[in-house]
């Protein structure tokens, strides 16, 4: 049984394993970014605060190409698919970021929401084949590679990061605070 918080995030299990409590912490950091970012029209995704040219669209497609970049490319080894595959990264380092402001708000979601559907399943099927101790099949130039565990726990605190300057975002929008 999962508890959901007032906001419709599912709570980490409170005495787990390991892979639970890993995957209870990811799933409720995703669910925080699509908190923050409910409700929002294209206006509001593509908001600033300050000097900063972060928005919460912009952290939409760009937390997409990360869940990408790790389950897909890393993990598995695969080639990554559109938008990232048509992407100029050699212009635009930050191609995610910049080209958000001209994407539809559903869009974004729907981007987003597909990236995470399938990291869910690349990371089933990771479990399927080696567990936590699964390596990556992608590796450094040295050699190097994680394994699961290690993406798992990067993940968290790649949501963790962006979620706190979404709730900056946010609030200078609308008021909106929480953890």
């Known amino acids: ?79 990554m698919g559109a938008p990232w595959d048509a992407a100029d990264w050699e212009a635009d380092r930050d191609w995610e970021w910049h080209s958000a402001a001209g994407d539809s708000p559903e869009y974004l979601r729907a981007l987003w929401g597909e990236a995470v559907a399938r990291s869910r399943a690349a990371v089933a099927e990771a479990l399927a084949d080696g567990g936590l101790d699964r390596m990556a099949r992608h590796s450094w130039p040295d050699g190097r590679s994680v394994n699961l565990r290690w993406i798992l726990t990067h993940m968290i605190e790649e949501y963790a990061r962006h979620n706190g300057h979404a709730d900056l975002v946010r ?6 605070t929480g953890e």
């Not at 609030?171 to 909106?176: A, F, V």
């Open 1 to 79: 049984m999962t508890d959901i918080d007032e906001h419709g995030r599912p709570e980490p299990p409170l005495a787990a394993g390991e892979l639970d409590t890993l995957l209870g912490f990811l799933d409720f950091q995703r669910a925080t970014l699509e908190w923050k970012c409910a409700g929002l029209d294209a206006a509001g995704l593509d908001s600033t605060v300050g000097k900063s040219s972060m928005t919460l669209g912009g952290m939409l497609k760009h937390l997409a190409w990360v869940e990408d970049h790790w389950f897909t490319r890393w993990l598995h080894g695969r080639p």
């Open 171 to 176: 609030e200078s929008l609308d008021g909106q």
